[in-house]
């Protein structure tokens, strides 16, 4: 199945904006959606269908994709917003599905 | 939103067989796709299975294939992981989520430990 390439880290100070990439050869063909994993907790989709919100998403959270590469933003990054942030699609053919390996937000 | 509850997990040797379940409520379950999805202590989600909401299509990752079986009860509403030839690298907590393409809903998870 194809691969999904994160940076590991972010860093950014609260109110600035956040922004975490997610390149594969399959993102244009297959929707991307984007996972908030807080420490010790299940992981909760911020952003599905690569740019749509999910009601009770705070409106700072936006996506975004073009060609390989999708986008996750959080414009105005707040303290709470920090944790672990997972792209994920489907493979091309539909079936097998992949995780990004994640990429840690610090907001400081 | 709906519930999923994961059970099953626990210590057990390597080569051995654990059998997880996800008991799911507040939903119409029959009409959903589904989802194992683990993580190993410290490390990222790893995609795990998927099966089709009439149970007809079944999907695996790479490094479970040939050992992991995915099946479900859509009269029971329960989602199961016949998990055999455990492995060191098995260990994890293993969620179950719902959804063909977004995972829109997940359980709390279940820890396996292979030691």
């Known amino acids: 199945s194809s691969e999904l390439t994160q940076p590991p880290s972010v860093s950014v100070s609260p109110g600035q904006a956040a922004r975490i990439t997610c390149s594969g050869d399959?993102?244009?063909?297959?929707?991307v959606h984007w996972y908030q994993q807080k420490s010790g907790q299940a992981p909760v989709v911020v952003i599905y269908?690569?740019?749509k919100r999910p009601s009770g998403i705070p409106e700072r959270f936006s996506g975004s994709s073009s060609g390989t590469m999708a986008t996750l933003t959080i414009t105005g990054a707040q303290v709470e917003d920090e944790g672990d942030y997972y792209c994920?699609?489907?493979?091309?053919?539909?079936?097998?599905?992949?995780f990004g390996e994640g990429t840690k937000l610090t907001v400081l | 939103q709906g519930q999923l509850v994961e059970s099953g997990g626990g210590v057990v040797q390597p080569g051995r067989s654990l059998r997880l379940s996800c008991a799911a409520s507040?939903?119409?379950?029959?009409?959903?796709?589904m989802n194992w999805v683990r993580q190993a202590p410290g490390k990222g989600l790893e995609w795990v299975s998927f099966?089709?909401?009439?149970?007809?299509?079944?999907y695996y990752g790479d490094s479970v294939k040939g050992r992991f079986t995915i099946s479900r009860d859509n009269v029971r509403d329960t989602l199961f992981l016949q998990m055999d030839s455990l492995r060191f690298e098995d260990t994890g907590v293993y969620y179950c989520?719902?959804?063909?393409?977004?995972?829109?809903?997940w359980g709390q998870g279940t820890l396996v430990i292979v030691s």
């Open positions: 989520a719902r959804g063909t393409e977004v995972l829109d809903s």
């Open positions: 507040g939903f119409s379950f029959r009409n959903y796709g």
């Open positions: 099966i089709y909401y009439d149970g007809r299509s079944k």
């Open positions: 399959a993102l244009p063909v297959r929707y």
């Open positions: 269908e690569d740019n």
């Open positions: 994920y699609s489907a493979d091309s053919s539909g079936g097998p599905k992949v």
